[in-house]
């Protein structure tokens, strides 16, 4: 059974840092393409950023670009999102998502697995 775990939210000052972090069991986590999305309540769960298998091409929401980082390593099985700068508009529960397609995706329902999410808030 695919199951990726989230960890790393918390509550933190508006311009402070976090790292997520994501371990994912049940695959081979050097073949699937990896994504971080948040959601607000009463909004629908948007993308954050999108890596390939191989960890050498990203995709970020413009939002977020030059404040997160999406990385990953593969010997690990777990996925990374470095949030910096943050801001009480990125708050919100960060999930990560798997997808088998290695291809860097940006769409929800390209991603079959999820987790069950890690809350992130930022005070102002």
């Known amino acids: 059974q695919v199951q990726p775990k989230e960890s790393g939210g918390g509550l933190v000052q508006a311009g402070g840092s976090l790292r997520l972090s994501c371990v994912a069991s049940?695959?081979?986590?050097?073949?699937?393409?990896m994504g971080w999305f948040r959601q607000v309540p009463g909004k629908d769960r948007e993308i954050v950023a999108a890596?390939?298998?191989?960890?050498?091409?990203?995709e970020y929401e413009d939002s977020v670009k030059g404040r997160f980082t999406i990385s990953r390593d593969n010997a690990k099985n777990t996925l990374y999102l470095q949030i910096d700068g943050l801001k009480p508009e990125d708050t919100a529960v960060y999930y990560c998502?798997?997808?088998?397609?290695?291809?860097?995706?940006?769409?929800?329902?390209?991603?079959?697995?999820w987790g069950q999410g890690t809350q992130v808030t930022v005070s102002s």
């Open positions: 998502a798997a997808s088998p397609e290695g291809g860097t995706r940006i769409r929800a329902a390209e991603y079959p697995y």
């Open positions: 049940g695959l081979t986590f050097r073949l699937y393409a």
């Open positions: 890596i390939n298998w191989r960890g050498d091409n990203t």
